[in-house]
T-cell receptor, first 113, second 115 residues
Framework: GNSVTQMEGPVTLSEEAFLTINCTYTATGYPSLFWYVQYPGEGLQLLLK?????DKGSNKGFEATYRKETTSFHLEKGSVQVSDSAVYFCALPLGGSNYKLTFGKGTLLTVNP | EAGVAQSPRYKIIEKRQSVAFWCNPI?????LYWYQQILGQGPKLLIQFQNNGVVDDSQLPKDRFSAERLKGVDSTLKIQPAKLEDSAVYLC?????????????FGPGTRLTVT
């Protein structure tokens, strides 16, 4: 079945640094890909998505490009802020229909002022 | 628009006791999910409902876990009896269950500690 491998954390950066969190996937076909974010004490929320190859998802300054050649969907941000401190999860459909997702293990990002 | 509500937020029980969690999804969302999130891991799907019917419960340990979604709205997840390895955050999520069904909206979760 479909699966995702995510960069191990934690990641600690200074404010305004460049962020990359790696995500690679194994899937049948070309499913939609997602990044979810979990802020401290909260549930997950959708950060961005891409529905087909070469699509770029973007939101709140974060970007991720769906690259089928490398089966990757790396999350990037040019200048992180303290408020970006959270856990980031890469996700894709489990396969088949019924809208089930499988998540990576998550990457904890801490941004220091 | 109100988000997904869950209660309680925290629960501490002893092993072999029972516990129940409640979830109220976003109004109009047909699909409801329960996930288990163990510390340091991503959420793992336990059960998925479409309206008041079960779509997938293949990952639910049915000897101790049960869930229901009466009337296709609220849902409860029960553990009886609890084991130490059940300590986790239990997340409820909902979605429209249509073409945008992968966009799931999560509640804040219930953190369960089994001692």
């Amino acid at each position: 079945g479909n699966s995702v491998t995510q960069m191990e954390g934690p990641v600690t950066l200074s404010e305004e640094a460049f962020l990359t969190i790696n995500c690679t996937y194994t899937a049948t076909g070309y499913p939609s890909l997602f990044w979810y974010v979990q802020y401290p004490g909260e549930g997950l929320q959708l950060l961005l998505k891409a529905t087909k190859a070469d699509d770029k998802g973007s939101n709140k300054g974060f970007e991720a490009t769906y690259r089928k050649e490398t089966t990757s969907f790396h999350l990037e941000k040019g200048s992180v802020q303290v408020s970006d401190s959270a856990v980031y999860f890469c996700a894709l459909p489990l396969g088949g229909s019924n809208y089930k997702l499988t998540f990576g293990k998550g990457t904890l990002l801490t941004v220091n002022p | 628009e109100a988000g997904v509500a869950q209660s309680p937020r925290y629960k501490i029980i002893e092993k072999r006791q029972s516990v129940a969690f409640w979830c109220n999804p976003i109004s109009g969302h047909a699909t409801l999910y329960w996930y288990q999130q163990i510390l340091g891991q991503g959420p793992k799907l336990l059960i998925q409902f479409q309206n008041n019917g079960v779509v997938d419960d293949s990952q639910l340990p049915k000897d101790r876990f049960s869930a229901e979604r009466l009337k296709g709205v609220d849902s409860t997840l029960k553990i009886q009896p609890a084991k130490l390895e059940d300590s986790a955050v239990y997340l409820c999520a909902s979605s429209l269950g249509t073409v945008s069904g992968y966009e799931q909206y999560f509640g804040p979760g219930t953190r369960l500690t089994v001692t």
